[in-house]
Each structure stands twice: as structure tokens, then as C-alpha cells.
């Protein structure tokens, strides 16, 4: 349902920042008469960006003559609702009125638009069109005396995701090395076996990641305010036409292989990083000369695999992949 709404809307989507949540949300639902939707939930990632969700809902009718105030389970259906910006969201539930006990389900569909207020929480502003089904015989098998009409409410979300913890230690001091050139960076991937196109297009993708180099770092920002790890992949290698998966994890898995040996990368490839565990919770863009550009808890920045210093020996010990996508 979610799936559908959005590409009917033509709303663009990206893809989760988190992998799990909780949500709080609150609605006017304009029916017959005013009453008001509460849900608590808690969804997890299904698969790409649809997310699944279970929680409890409370419908408070005391405003109506009917009042068919009640409380039950809700099913959700979400889509890119864990990040950033626009999502939709479906549900089902089926909820006992407080009066005589009898079951009403609902259904209800619609958009939504999240903002970041902080590190691990968002609110968004939503609408939704909600239909009441009093014999649960389907939205599609509705009675006259169904109620349906539009709620517009907020909600709160909290949950958490791979990657957004600190990805560097607090305490080592921290380099500054010098960014490269364009023509620096077409030169070593040429240097390294690419075709005089594959070359320029390195070249092209390194320039625009060095180019928000000192933005800071945003959980879930894939944009000049800030970016995280892999949004600023994503960013850099989007620019010139080269979409990639939104999750450093997958982004860890696109393209070709290539050994994590210092003299087998090229200046594009994708390093991953396990911070905790053997996973890629991290991801780089190799630049050259053993350097490579990431979002990191201090922002936008070059580190290095072969320097001697406390940061570029703690990342050399979490180098764990390396990933091509320009051949």
C-alpha cells in the first residue's frame, strides 16, 4: 500500500538511515466527527527501504454521539520512514471499543515528511487517510455507517542504526593532510591500471567528495548541510550518475571486489570499515597515496592507512573490504 502511494505521488525516496525504531504519534481524524488517533510502535527494516512495524492504537471518540472510543493492535507498512525527508506509511489494525466490547478494524494510508532534531530521533508531520471498519469485513467492503476522513497528526521517532556510533577514538590526534588534485587523483588511476576514461570519471567522483571536505557530520545527511559515511558515498558517486544503496553495509557489497591491499586500490574504490564486530559499519572513498575521504564524528576529512599516528593506525585495524564501481 505504502509502495503504491508513493509511486503514485511521484515522491522521490531515499533510503533508510535506521534499521529499527520506535514511534509515538498523535492525529486529528476529521470523520463524521472529530476524534483523535494515538499509536505507540515498533518497526525494523523488511527489506531495502519498506519497513515493518507492530504496535498498540487508542482512538478517542468521546466527542461523538456514537463513541466508539477503542483500543488495539496496529500493523504498519513504511517506506524510507526511518531517514530523512519523505515517506509513506500504511496500517490494519483492529481495536475493542470501550462501550460494548465489539471489534472495529481500520485502515488507513498516506504521506509523511521527516525532519533529524537529533543524533538518534526525528519528528515528522504527516496525513493519512483513515478508514473505519465496523463488521472487519475489509476496506474494500465498506457500510454506509463506515466512517472515513483525513488525519493530520505528528510523529516522534527514535531508534537506532549501524554506523551511527562514533567512528573514530576521541582521544588520538588527528592529522591534516592535504587533498589532492583532480589531476593528482587521474594520474594514480591511471597509475593503477584504469582506462583514460575510468580515470577522469575517479578523478570526477574523488573531486566532488573533496569538494564538501570540512562539512559536518549529520546522522542519516546525504546533502551540502552534512553528510554521514555513506551518504557522502552515495553523494559523491549520485553527482555523475552512478546510484548507489543508501546503507554503508550495502554499499560494501556493490560493485567488484578488490583485495584490501593498499597496492591494489585505485583512487573511486569503497573501503569498509568494521567499528564493532567483523560487519562494514563504516565506509570511505579511497582518494590515493594511501589516503581516503570519510564522514567521521569530527565531519568531512582525509585519513590515511599508511601514516604512523594513533587515528590512521585505528583505522588501518578496521580496514576490513574494498569495492570497485568504476571498471
Avoid at 177 to 200: I, L, T, W, Y
Amino acid at each position: 500500500m505504502a509502495v503504491l502511494i508513493l509511486m503514485v505521488a511521484g515522491v522521490p525516496v531515499r533510503l533508510p538511515a535506521q534499521h529499527a525504531g520506535f514511534d509515538l504519534a498523535a492525529g486529528r481524524w476529521w470523520g463524521d466527527s472529530v476524534a483523535t488517533a494515538y499509536s505507540a510502535a515498533y518497526h525494523n527494516r523488511l527489506v531495502g527501504p519498506l519497513d515493518l512495524g507492530l504496535g498498540v492504537t487508542h482512538l478517542d471518540d468521546t466527542r461523538s454521539l456514537l463513541d466508539r472510543t477503542a483500543t488495539g493492535l496496529e500493523v504498519t507498512l513504511g517506506l524510507a520512514r526511518s531517514g530523512r525527508g519523505p515517506y509513506a506509511v500504511g496500517s490494519a489494525g483492529l481495536a475493542a471499543r470501550h462501550g460494548d466490547g465489539n471489534l472495529d478494524a481500520h485502515w488507513t494510508a498516506g504521506l509523511g515528511f521527516a525532519f533529524p532534531v537529533l543524533p538518534f530521533a526525528s519528528l515528522g508531520l504527516e496525513a493519512r487517510w483513515r478508514v473505519e471498519d465496523q463488521t472487519v469485513a475489509g476496506f474494500w467492503r465498506l457500510n454506509p455507517g463506515d466512517r472515513r476522513g483525513l488525519v493530520l497528526g505528528f510523529r516522534i521517532a527514535a531508534g537506532s542504526r549501524i554506523g551511527a556510533k562514533r567512528t573514530r577514538p576521541s582521544t588520538p590526534p588527528r592529522p591534516v593532510f592535504e587533498a589532492p588534485s583532480d589531476d593528482a587523483v587521474v594520474s594514480m588511476a591511471e597509475s593503477a591500471g584504469a582506462s583514460p576514461n575510468a580515470a577522469r570519471l575517479a578523478g570526477d567522483v574523488v573531486g566532488t567528495a573533496l569538494g564538501v571536505m570540512g562539512s559536518p557530520y549529520i546522522w542519516g545527511g546525504d546533502q551540502a548541510t552534512g553528510y554521514d559515511c555513506s551518504g557522502l558515498i552515495q553523494y559523491a558517486y549520485g553527482q555523475h550518475g552512478l546510484i548507489l544503496p543508501r546503507i554503508s553495509r550495502d554499499q560494501a557489497r556493490s560493485g567488484v571486489h578488490v583485495d584490501p591491499r593498499l597496492d591494489a586500490l585505485r583512487p573511486g574504490d569503497i573501503l569498509g570499515f568494521a567499528i564493532e564486530g567483523s560487519g562494514v559499519s563504516h565506509v570511505g572513498l579511497y582518494v590515493g597515496d594511501g589516503r581516503f575521504i570519510h564522514s567521521a564524528s569530527s565531519g568531512v576529512r582525509l585519513s590515511s592507512l599508511t601514516a604512523t599516528d594513533p587515528d590512521s593506525r585505528w583505522w588501518r585495524d578496521r580496514w576490513v573490504s574494498a569495492r570497485r564501481m568504476i571498471q
